[in-house]
């Protein structure tokens, strides 16, 4: 057994067929199909349990799997180092982010970042949190900025600034006379989209998001909002209202995800409503490059807010 046959099992693993595996591995289907036999054989246990559609797991295979996820990420972790120290900082950073925090935070940092380490290249990864959580995880991305709640038993974080909820609306629904605000009150008896957040697969799995403030919200003031569509895509619902469906309230951070546009945006006032919390988060127990750590300056932060990891 080698780092090639650990490599082939927790991408097996990951993927849950063999095929889809393999494309992902940039070979064949049979080649890939023998490896896991031999490694069976030479292991003396069966890791899954064959089925027609997909493969399942045995408790020997997840005890496999952890440990080949331990001894990837160290050797992933070394050569890193061992490169860094050698050539400087370079190679490839992975993010992850939620739509609307990414469209506010990411252009202009990677922007200044690239002026002073023009060989750093980027992945970037774009979903729910509990996507991004669930990619941190699985040590596919490095770094991820999303929404609470964040299990801080599993992540490190650092709290990013907070901001307001804001209507996004189409003139139809625009009625008020201050351009900037509108007051919590107008919502009353108008069609409203509201975010829902994505249940995930991790023990953060959460089903939570701004169908739960506004709604609690419009109850101390007194009414019951009229919610007409509820989504985990901002985009759609950033779309829905450009077509006259309704109004949807989103992260202020939002109005960045479509800048020529003809809706309007404003800030809900009497009384303000936040967006959740949001905040940087990195796996712990994980070697960070000097690239994030870099790049994590780049971020408007409070530094006394990091905790440290064990790297």
């Not at 490694?39 to 005890?63: D, Y």
């Amino acid at each position: 057994m080698n780092i090639r046959h650990l490599r082939y099992f927790t991408t097996i693993v990951e993927e849950g067929k063999i095929s889809q595996a393999a494309k992902r591995l940039h070979m064949a289907q049979p080649p890939l199909s023998q490896q896991l036999k031999l490694l069976e054989s030479e292991l003396g246990v069966t890791l899954f349990e064959r089925h027609t559609r997909k493969l399942i797991i045995t408790e020997e295979g997840k005890l496999l799997y952890s440990r080949a996820k331990q001894i990837l990420e160290l050797m992933s972790g070394t050569l890193e180092e061992m490169k860094e120290l050698s050539e400087g900082t370079k190679g490839t950073l992975s993010i992850g982010t939620i739509a609307s925090l990414g469209a506010k935070l990411l252009p202009e940092r990677i922007r200044d970042f690239q002026k002073h380490y023009h060989e750093v290249q980027f992945q970037v990864w774009e979903g729910d949190p509990n996507r991004i959580m669930e990619l941190l995880e699985n040590r596919i991305i490095e770094l991820g900025i999303v929404r609470f709640p964040i299990d801080t038993s599993i992540f490190n974080m650092i709290h990013l600034p907070d901001e307001p909820l804001v209507v996004a609306m189409s003139s139809k629904w625009n009625h008020g006379d201050d351009p900037n605000t509108i007051t919590l009150s107008e919502l009353e008896d108008k069609p409203l989209m509201l975010l829902r957040r994505q249940k995930g697969t991790s023990m953060y799995n959460q089903d939570i998001y701004t169908v739960d403030i506004l709604q609690n919200a419009c109850l101390n003031n007194g009414f019951e909002p009229k919610i007409i569509c509820e989504s985990s895509d901002i985009m759609t619902l950033l779309i829905w209202a450009n077509h006259d469906i309704g109004i949807t309230i989103v992260p202020k951070s939002a109005i960045n995800l479509i800048p020529n546009t003809d809706l309007i945006f404003k800030e809900i006032i009497n009384p303000t409503i936040m967006a959740r919390p949001s905040a940087l988060i990195w796996l712990k127990e994980r070697y960070l490059s000097s690239t994030s750590r870099k790049f994590m300056e780049y971020f408007p932060m409070d530094k006394s807010t990091i905790k440290p990891s064990s790297n």
